[in-house]
């Protein structure tokens, strides 16, 4: 098996088909679904319609089915975190990655704040979402990413394994799903770094789950609107809702240092690294890996001809 990468969204995505005679095909596909993407809803895409809520005073009257799709996928994630990964954010994590942004409109009351006066997330009650469009406060940039990746590596996947009907995997900054067939004994994959614990522990991805890291390198507490402290160089989290796993995968930077006692509730196989590489395994980590327990809605993208 080949794995080609190339830059996107922020980060950079892999993909592999099982076989190799069509992995040309696979990367075209996959890359044609993720650059359709950018332009609704990464907010490093200036012409994005992320950033059209700010250019039209926060309301934009006919959202894409995609965005409306990544929205949806948004909340769903806040709600299984309980609060602690939310897309009204995005003032802040811009803040954090490209510094003060003066002439868009973002401000101190916009969720986040300025470097010298943080404030709470305004939450997703501020967001309107209904057949009239979609509203937010005015000056507020929402960030998807986090989600987003997520349902994109699952839809991409998807996409091309139905189109060339073979197994293929999309690891996208770390979010990581396939389709179709799988090699015997499931995908390898190597998850942690040289420094950990007994070095990265290799995951068999068995079909019909998904596994999701976060390095927390942005994450953000949305209940303060700071950056949060780091206490893991890495959070891996396995289950079949790539959505739900990354959702954990991130929050579980903002909870911190007591993360595994959270993370226990889920009973979702976990493994965290802690920044000296000791390494902490939950829920049969990753011998526990199966297929989704709940129905994983499937988001088309739409993709160039």
């Known amino acids: 098996m080949t794995t080609t990468s190339w830059p996107a969204w922020g980060t950079t995505v892999s993909v592999t088909a099982l076989d190799p ?22 907010p490093g895409h200036p012409g994005s319609q992320v950033h059209r809520l700010l250019r039209r005073g926060g309301r934009l009257r006919r959202p894409s089915s995609l965005l409306a799709g990544l929205v949806a996928a948004s909340v769903e ?21 490209h510094g003060p942004r003066p002439t868009s409109g973002i401000g101190a009351g916009c969720g986040g704040g300025t470097a010298t006066s943080p ?50 995997l999309v690891d996208l900054g ?9 090699p015997r004994g499931g995908w390898p994959i190597l998850v942690g770094t040289a420094d950990g614990d007994g070095g990265p522990d290799q995951v068999m991805l068995p079909p019909a789950a998904a596994l999701a890291t976060s390095r927390g390198t942005h994450a953000v507490d949305p209940r303060t609107g700071l950056a949060a402290p780091r206490h893991w160089a890495s959070v891996s989290v396995l289950d079949g809702d790539l959505v739900l796993a990354k959702s954990l995968a991130l929050a579980a930077h903002v909870v911190g240092p007591q993360a595994p006692d959270w993370l226990t509730g889920y009973r979702v196989p976990v493994r965290l690294e802690r920044l000296d590489g000791a390494v902490v395994r939950l829920g049969g980590w990753p011998a526990g890996a199966s297929a989704p327990t709940r129905p994983v809605p499937r988001l088309r993208v739409p993709h160039a001809a």
Request: proline share 4%.
């Open 174 to 182: 770390g979010d990581v799903a396939a389709d179709g067939p799988v």
């Open 119 to 168: 404030r709470p997330a305004p939450g997703f009650d501020r967001i309107r979402f209904d057949a009239h469009g979609l509203a937010v406060p005015t000056g507020l940039l929402l960030d998807l990413s986090a989600t987003a990746k997520a349902v994109l590596a699952t839809a991409a996947a998807t996409f091309a394994a139905e189109r060339l009907g073979t197994g293929v």
């Open 21 to 42: 005679g069509v992995q040309r095909a696979a990367v075209r596909l996959v890359h044609d679904c993720l650059a359709t993407a950018e332009k609704a809803a990464y």
């Open 77 to 97: 994630g806040s709600r299984y975190s309980g609060g602690l990964l939310d897309a009204t954010v995005g003032n802040t994590t811009w803040r954090l990655s």
